[in-house]
């Protein structure tokens, strides 16, 4: 909650860790419920959308505690197939409950998910690959009422590589008779995260990570204890943070074959990066050199999810950079705020042409989504001056504890209320 405070200017140097991944925990914790019985999750982070899982979790009747960075859920008595709206809202993994409950219980009811405003975000193709499982799936008043009955299993084609359909139609598939084809899936490394996970509790799934994946039904799963993988995204946001104050930073527990399209664009500006097994290593001490073209596409595209970070540390490049979103129609709201900083950015669409700027100055700034928060933070960091960006609780659903990570490599950041 809050605002953070930032005196930009200072250089990040030093180590960062980063721990398990918020589009892995959330649709795994989702998962849990499909074991009638204990599942242990370790290296959680400690973050809102996480909470919110495990509130609703409870509510459905499971036990949960969260002790250091392991999450160990008791699911033997899931009671509830009903989600109160208000924790539907609360974040955009509540509906991976769906196609879990159907798993569990062979019914959900549920309002539709919230989550970050970057545009139209429907679930029709969950839906639509629910109801080739076998699902009655009824739509009234906001809600949605999923009757699993006898799932059986069939071939579904998304219509667009969709990370969450993908998952819910993975979930939903677990215990349906037969044999499941989910073609044109999501590729994203937490969907081959959730399939090892599912899998470690006795499920057959295989083909998570390419386009093709086949899930063969079970009869019942049992009790797991599983790692989750790092936070390709956190970990990507550093790096930019590193790129815009001209720093040095080695970033641990980072894969960098789940981060190679950013890799690249950060040494097309000019960063020397070097990679080891569990770490990357980003070295900048001169101004990043503008890139002509950032495509933000579905895994192993550029990840939308760091466009706004990486556009923050184009806003200072030499040169122009021009940024194209291709999976979400308004995740450029941040540029606005940018622009009250001194950036030179013109949004057409979905295209965003920004002009390098020699620096940015610090002003009052609003976070509006989770990863335009985070660009604006990392233009604090490089900023002449004072920042203050307000709404915090955007950056707390998908950072944990940002300012004290920033700080511990010399950033100046504080949260204030
Ligand atoms: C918890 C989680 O993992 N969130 C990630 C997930 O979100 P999420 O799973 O919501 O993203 P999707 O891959 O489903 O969405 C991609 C595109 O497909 C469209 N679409 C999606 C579903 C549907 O039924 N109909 C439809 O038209 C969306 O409007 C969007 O334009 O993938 C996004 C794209 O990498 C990331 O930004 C999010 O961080
Ligand atoms: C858009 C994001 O998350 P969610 O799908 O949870 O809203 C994100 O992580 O950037």
Known sequence: MGKFKINGGNRLYGELKVNGAKNSVLPILAASILNEGISVIHDCPKLKDVYSMIE?????????????????????????????????????????????????????????????????????????????????????????????????????HLDLPSVGATENIMLAGVFAEGITIIRNAAKEPEIEDLQNFLNSMGAKISGAGTNTIIIEGVKRLHDTEYT??????????????????????????????????????LRETGCKIQTGNDYIKIM??????????????????????????????LSVAEGTSIVTETIFDNRFKYTEELIRM??????????????????????????????????LIIAGLGAKGTTIVEEAEHIDRGYESIENALKSVGGDIVRIM
């Open 56 to 156: 609703i979790l409870e509510h459905l009747g499971c036990k949960v505690t969260f002790k250091g960075r392991d999450i160990i859920i008791d699911a033997r008595y899931v009671k509830d197939s009903e989600i109160p709206d208000s924790l539907m809202r609360t974040m955009r993994s509540s509906i991976f409950l769906m196609g879990a409950l159907i798993s569990r219980n062979k019914k959900a009811l549920m309002s539709f998910p919230g989550g970050c405003d970057i545009g139209h975000r429907p679930i029709d193709l969950h839906l639509k690959g629910l109801r080739r499982l076998g699902v009655k799936v009824e739509e009234s008043y906001g809600y949605i009422k999923c009757e699993g009955g006898k799932i059986r299993g069939n071939e579904i």
């Open 342 to 375: 001194g950036a030179d950015i013109k949004v057409e669409g979905r295209v965003a042409v920004i002009r390098g700027v020699e620096k940015l100055m610090g002003a009052k700034v609003v976070a509006r989504d989770l990863r335009g928060g985070a660009a």
């Open 284 to 313: 900048c001490d001169k101004r990043p050199k503008a890139v002509d073209m950032i495509i933000t596409l579905p895994y192993p595209g550029f990840p939308t999810d760091l466009q706004p970070q990486m556009a923050s540390v």
């Open 228 to 265: 989750i993988i790092p936070d390709r995204i956190v970990a990507g946001t550093y790096l930019c943070a590193a790129a815009m104050t001209r720093g040095e930073l080695t970033v641990v527990n980072a894969l960098k074959e789940h981060l190679e399209p950013l890799l690249s664009k």
